[in-house]
């Protein structure tokens, strides 16, 4: 059995959309797509007249360098968020086939899932918020096409060892695809394990610029699987996902220059993260606060609201995920800048003092 068995016969059997950028180009005069001829103000030698390449070479030699698969390993498209969006148009049939989620985790995987009215399993997590294999396996029906893990989990910042996800990876084969979201891998200490697809026809990895790589305004992610699984996605990607400035600031970013400023800020933001653990862990008013492996904190409060309102009235805003289950006294604060740390810190201490006398 190959893993497009799971996907859906109608998009196996699509022709797919052939743009005039992928029948040809590399010509001198360029009339086949009715571009303009003329540059635009302001353009800086982008060439933004002409519509970009689909993939484009050499962003897809860069990333695939980066995360150690080969081309035709790896579809980029506009932030994981597509990605996501395209595997469960790809794989899920309307109002037959679901998605396995773990809450409380990502919005993003129901939210695509929803749009294509394919049915959201869901398994929560354990107390502690480690995978619970068991129960995710337990209620794999057939009509789950695609499970998803997240690791480092948003919004618990816990991860998933791999050993547990190859656990999963393997009671899965023949069965489901199996998503690992590591969009926050970059600051953990656990390695990621893209490796692994070259084992699992059914392993896809989502990476993504937006995080660790200061991009998430120019909206590039990687899906990283089998080159079966890549050549279904590409087959009903949009036509140019891929804006020309955006693919200049990702090879820019990926740059050798680029990946020592990305290195060094993530070795910035994992020590904060520990100043801030242990800081705010002290901080009357605070329950608790959640080990992480990302570049931000879970922090459970006597009452996250008023914190949350308190902390807005300062200018100061983080992510109210009081709405996910086991977090209903929890806010989410992602890591910043050293001065902005301090500054939350010290506004932290001011509520709690006041709450103190009062
Ligand atoms: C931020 C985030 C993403 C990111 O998505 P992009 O679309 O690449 O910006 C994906 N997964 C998780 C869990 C995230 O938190």
């Given at each position: 059995m190959s893993v497009l068995d799971l996907a859906r016969p109608d998009i196996r059997n699509l022709q797919p959309y052939s743009s005039a950028r992928m029948e040809a180009g590399g010509g001198q005069i360029m009339l086949n797509a009715n571009e303009s001829a003329w540059a635009p103000n302001g353009d800086g030698g982008l060439g933004c007249n002409r519509y970009p390449d689909p993939q484009p070479e050499a962003l897809l030699q860069s990333l695939a360098a980066l995360y150690g698969v080969k081309r035709e390993q790896l579809f980029v498209g506009r932030g994981s968020d597509e990605a996501i969006d395209l595997l469960v148009r790809a794989f899920c049939r309307a109002g037959e086939d679901a998605i396995l989620i773990q809450p409380p985790t990502f919005g993003m995987y129901a939210m695509s899932a929803r749009i294509q009215n394919a049915a959201v399993i869901e398994v929560p997590l354990a107390q502690d918020f480690s995978l619970d294999a068991h129960a995710l396996l337990a209620s794999v029906t057939p009509a789950v096409k695609l499970v998803f893990l997240c690791t480092p989990n948003n919004p618990s910042g816990k991860s998933i060892s791999r050993v547990d996800i190859e656990h999963v990876a393997q009671a899965l084969a023949g069965r489901a695809l199996l998503v690992v979201d590591e969009a926050y891998v970059e600051f953990s200490s656990q390695a990621s394990v893209v490796d692994l697809i070259d084992r699992y026809e059914h392993l896809a990895v989502l990476r993504t610029l937006s995080k660790a790589w200061a991009l998430a305004g120019a909206r590039i992610g990687s899906l990283l699987a089998s080159p079966e699984v890549i050549a279904l996605i590409r087959r009903i990607?949009?036509?140019?996902?891929?804006p020309l400035p955006c693919v200049a600031a990702a090879l820019a970013a990926l740059s050798p220059a680029g990946q020592a400023a990305a290195r060094e800020n993530v070795a910035i933001v994992q020590g904060e993260r520990a100043m801030l653990q242990s800081a705010l862990g002290q901080l009357p008013g605070v329950r608790e606060v959640l080990p992480s492996d990302a570049n931000f904190l879970a922090v459970r409060f006597d009452d996250a609201g008023a914190v949350y309102q308190q902390l807005q009235q300062e200018g100061i805003v983080v992510r109210d995920?009081?709405?996910y289950p086991m977090l209903q006294d929890a806010l989410r604060i992602t890591v910043g800048t050293p001065r902005e740390n301090a500054r939350v810190l010290a506004v932290l201490n001011e509520i709690m003092l006041k709450k103190g006398v009062a």
């Open positions: 990607m949009p036509p140019y996902p891929l995920i009081r709405r």
